[in-house]
């Protein structure tokens, strides 16, 4: 199981090191001022620019977001990304390190941080459905789940247009405080296509209703976006049958599901680890068009786990079977477009296994 294994962890491992740098080299030597310029550097410029400006992300350095947030929302985001956009989430930065990067966001613009009280917007949902789609629907979608792409395109001149983030996002709805989003909303966002809301003719018990809305996205979406890690990070079944039966079983099986065999690789057969006998290792990779495409439909980033791969082991005379769950791919790539796709995958594997070993 140990090659599968140390394969997988250089995959996760080459994958987080893109969102996020070694935390490690973070931590150590420090100039007190800078830290948060420096994290900032690290984790967030590539995507909103030096000092804010924008690029693949909003830019964050416009007086109107300053002032429409308070620092517990730029953390919260920081914190939780926004599941299934763009925006990943941090979970490895100390909560020292999250409110340094904060601070220096806040030092774009000169202005304060906004203080709000922590009294709920009460308005009617219903009519806030209503304007929604009257009002915000063609920039934000019809469900609020932004525009497609994000940030600001690099085909179009900087800042403008950027692109309407997601509002029915866990992650969004966990940041803001109804407050937060009323403040959005009266202000708007200058410079940017959103608009203040009494300039689209829009008054204060308006302004209350679409807040209403957009909370009630929250239980819309809630069940949606739990992002389960599975159990198990991979799927393994002991083989009754001998080595080569076993891999001819498992083509069988491939063949059974209407998919292909796409190659095969012998992996260290017959390279002997001291004190550990023998280890043979054979990788079958499989599929068919439609899979690779619907996943790289899904997430350009499933090019990693495409074709499939199942990987047969010989060791210590036993015969093993196994493969990287496909069911963790979702919380991996942090996209909940990918849950179906991932579950009709991990079917397919489970199909195939158990088929080749039963
Ligand atoms: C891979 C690109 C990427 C990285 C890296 C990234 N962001 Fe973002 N960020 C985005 C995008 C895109 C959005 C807009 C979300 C949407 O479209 O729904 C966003 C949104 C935000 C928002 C909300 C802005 C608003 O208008 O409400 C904040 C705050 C934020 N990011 C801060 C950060 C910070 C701080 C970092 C570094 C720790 C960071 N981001 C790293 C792409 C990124
Ligand atoms: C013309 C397109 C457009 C329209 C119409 C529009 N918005 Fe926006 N909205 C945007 C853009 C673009 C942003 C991001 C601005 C930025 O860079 O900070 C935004 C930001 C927001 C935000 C802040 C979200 C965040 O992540 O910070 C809220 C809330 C919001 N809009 C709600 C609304 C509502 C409610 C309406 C309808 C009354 C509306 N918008 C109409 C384009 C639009």
Redesign the pocket.
């Known amino acids: 199981m140990k090659p599968a294994l140390v394969l997988l962890c250089v995959v996760v491992l080459s994958l987080s090191a893109c969102a996020q740098v070694e935390r490690a080299e973070t931590t150590s030597d420090r100039d007190e001022d800078a830290t948060g310029a420096r994290l900032y550097a690290q984790h967030c410029s590539a995507c909103h620019g030096n000092y804010g400006r ?1 690029g693949v992300g ?3 350095a ?1 007086e ?2 300053l002032g ?2 308070n620092n517990q929302y730029i953390s919260r ?1 920081i914190r939780l990304g ?1 599941p299934g956009r763009v925006m990943p989430p941090f979970p490895r930065l100390t909560d020292q390190e999250v409110q340094e990067i904060t601070e220096y966001v806040r030092s774009f613009h000169w202005a304060d941080e906004p203080i709000f009280s922590s009294e709920p917007v009460e308005g009617d949902p219903e009519l806030g459905a209503k ?2 789609i009257a ?6 979608g019809a469900n609020g789940e932004g ?1 497609a792409g994000t ?2 395109s690099f085909s179009r001149p900087t800042f403008i ?7 029915n ?1 866990a992650g ?1 709805l966990a940041s ?1 405080t109804d407050q937060v ?1 009323k403040r ?2 009266t202000l ?2 200058e410079r ?4 203040s ?1 009494s300039a ?1 003719g ?1 008054r204060e018990q ?1 302004i209350n209703d ?2 209403s ?2 909370r009630s996205f929250e239980t819309l979406s809630a069940d949606r976006v739990v992002m389960k890690r599975p159990a198990n990070a991979v799927l393994v079944r002991q083989s009754p049958y001998s080595y080569e039966q076993t891999i001819e079983n498992i083509k069988q099986a491939v063949a059974n599901n209407g998919l292909s065999v796409v190659r095969e690789e012998l992996l260290g057969e017959g390279i002997v680890d001291p004190g550990e006998g023998e280890r043979k290792q054979h990788v079958i990779y499989f599929g068919s068009l439609q899979m690779i495409s619907d996943g790289l439909a899904h997430d350009p980033r499933m090019g990693l786990f495409l074709p499939g791969k199942i990987t047969i082991v010989e060791h210590a005379g036993k015969i093993k079977v196994l493969a990287s769950n496909p069911e963790q791919y979702t919380t991996l790539f942090n996209n909940i477009a990918l849950s179906d796709f991932a579950t009709m995958l991990h079917e397919i594997y489970q199909t195939i296994l158990a088929e080749a070993t039963s």
């Open positions: 924008g909003v830019p964050l416009l109107d977001f429409s947030v985001t926004r304007l929604f009002f915000c629907a063609r920039c934000h525009g940030g600001v247009p950027i692109l309407a983030p997601a509002l996002n969004y803001a989003i959005s909303l708007g966002r940017t296509p959103m608009r809301l689209m829009l308006n679409l807040v809305y957009i």
